[in-house]
């Protein structure tokens, strides 16, 4: 009796050690492997620096693209290269005038460490210049890069290269990028570039020619030039001014891969030029698109260039894993567009499926009056081969509008046509997403970091602490306040 009492709790004691070291094991084994995943958190002045803007990029953003790419491969566990980072943080985003910012206010926050109004680039209200980080890293010696999908002279890359008192002054701020001395230009909008009645199609006013000032600084230039720019094999000490195209470069889901380079196309090129010279270096990358998406309240624009974003930082962090101890990637958005809410009425599913068959924008597709044609297009070009009948009502009612001249709201913006906003909101209601707005929302912005004291960009920030925090890590100074 004693002894069977021994046994029986010996084998207790066996199975109580068994389950115990088991549970030990579980414990620490997922984890470890998820932290060497992540390693990060080395402290100092990184020599490679990336700074990432989604231009309109939010939470909702960041999700929706994540969840599109899930639908696209297929893997319910895939997750967007900038939302693995393991540092994350939030930024406030408003400007100096207006609680709801615009993208000249607040990149020049994210630039300069300043808050300023609607509409200014690289200045404070009273109008002074304060200086960007991009020309703190030049002035301190490093390669500067400056990347977007947008004209070079548009809002978020002018803050880093210009300064005036409006964003609507292209041409001078055209003029300040000439004399940057950044050493990689790459995006869209030569037409501020090249002067009146030039053998390209000028928006100068004026006989200038901006192209010429690079050249005879020694720029390699790829003006109007995407398979020359493709070609460029980057050697040391090149620098480089490449704006591809008249205007933005193309929404992701218009972009014709064999002629236009991707974002990731352009970043790899631009890491390539600039790690040449075995300098520092510090770039920024746009992705400016994913505004204008928002601002039409197109969701599968959004999604597309969302995932062209996210790959060219993946061509960042492939860059990281190779200098883990001395890069640091900054990711985060410079404010939210279209106030986008993933859930709609009173329905839990998001079918982000709905999107995949959609192959253009809404630029692609164009109501003239051709009722027959419009349906056709969004058949063969769009993809919405199955619209119901209340669907196929929705936008005639949006037809009837647009033929007599009428808005469906009186808020609606001018680069909008009431089809457009119909057929964009006929696929918002399939995915079960809706918009607030057809313009910027006040919501805060996630930022996400990996590498060389990214650490110290995580927490609840405002935007003008991300541009101190860059100064301070790279040991630089931006404009003291007086
Ligand atoms: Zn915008």
Avoid: C
């Avoid at 068994?18 to 060497?36: H, N, R, T």
């Avoid at 958190?41 to 939010?58: R, S």
Wanted: proline share 4%; no cysteine.
């Amino acid at each position: 009796m004693f002894n069977k009492n021994l046994k029986r709790i010996s084998l207790l004691l066996v199975l109580i050690l068994v389950a115990f070291s088991f549970s030990i094991y579980a414990m620490s084994s997922a984890p470890v492997e998820e932290k060497e995943g992540n390693k990060v958190v080395e402290q100092g002045t990184p020599k490679y620096v990336f700074l990432f803007i989604g231009d309109g990029m939010a939470s909702s953003q960041r999700m929706l693209g994540e969840y599109f790419l899930r639908a696209k491969t297929g893997d319910q566990n895939a997750k967007l290269t900038m939302n693995q980072f393991p540092v994350a943080g939030m930024n406030s985003t408003y400007a100096a005038n207006t609680l709801v910012t615009d993208s000249a206010a607040s990149a020049t926050a994210l630039a300069t460490g300043y808050k300023t109004n609607k509409g200014m680039i690289g200045q404070v209200p009273d109008g002074t210049a304060v200086k960007t980080i991009v020309e703190a890293a030049r002035d301190k010696g490093m390669a500067t890069g400056v990347i977007s999908t947008m004209r070079l002279t548009h809002a978020t890359p002018a803050s880093f290269l210009a300064h005036n008192e409006s964003r609507y002054n292209p041409n001078q701020i055209a003029e300040d990028i000439a004399a940057s001395d950044v050493d990689f230009l790459a995006g869209g909008g030569y037409r501020y570039f090249v002067p009146k009645d030039g053998e390209l199609k000028s928006k100068r006013k004026d006989d200038k020619d901006l192209v010429k000032v690079f050249e005879d600084k020694g720029y390699k230039s790829f003006v109007n030039d995407p398979a020359g720019f493709r070609d460029y094999k980057p050697e040391s000490g090149d620098k480089v001014f490449a704006p591809l195209t008249y205007s933005h470069l193309p929404y992701e889901l218009d972009r014709d891969p064999k002629k236009l380079p991707s974002l990731a196309e352009i970043t790899q090129k631009g890491i390539e030029t600039l790690s040449k010279k075995d300098n520092a270096f510090f770039m920024m990358v746009e992705g400016g698109r994913i505004d204008y998406a928002g601002h039409a309240n197109s969701p599968a624009t959004v999604a597309n260039d969302m995932l062209a974003f996210d790959q060219a930082i993946a061509k960042a962090y492939e860059f990281y894993k190779n200098h883990p101890k001395e890069t640091l990637i900054v990711v985060t958005g410079d404010h939210e567009t279209g106030g986008l809410g993933l859930g709609f009425k009173n329905d839990y599913f998001l079918n982000v499926d709905e999107l995949l068959p959609i192959k253009s924008s809404l630029d692609k597709i164009n109501y003239s009056g051709d009722r027959k044609a419009l349906f056709t297009a969004l058949k063969e070009e769009y993809g919405l081969t199955d619209l119901s009948d209340k669907e196929i009502a929705k936008i005639k009612q949006a037809m009837n509008l647009e033929d007599a001249g009428k808005k469906p709201v009186e808020y609606m913006p001018g680069f909008m046509s009431p089809v457009d906003a119909a057929i964009a909101n006929v696929l918002s209601e399939r995915v079960n997403l809706f918009w607030t707005t057809y313009a910027h929302s006040g919501t805060t912005v996630p930022l996400t970091a990996v590498g060389v004291s990214a650490t110290n960009f995580g927490g609840y920030k405002d935007n003008t602490e991300i541009a101190k925090t860059l100064a301070e890590v790279l040991g630089v100074k931006l404009t003291e306040a007086k």
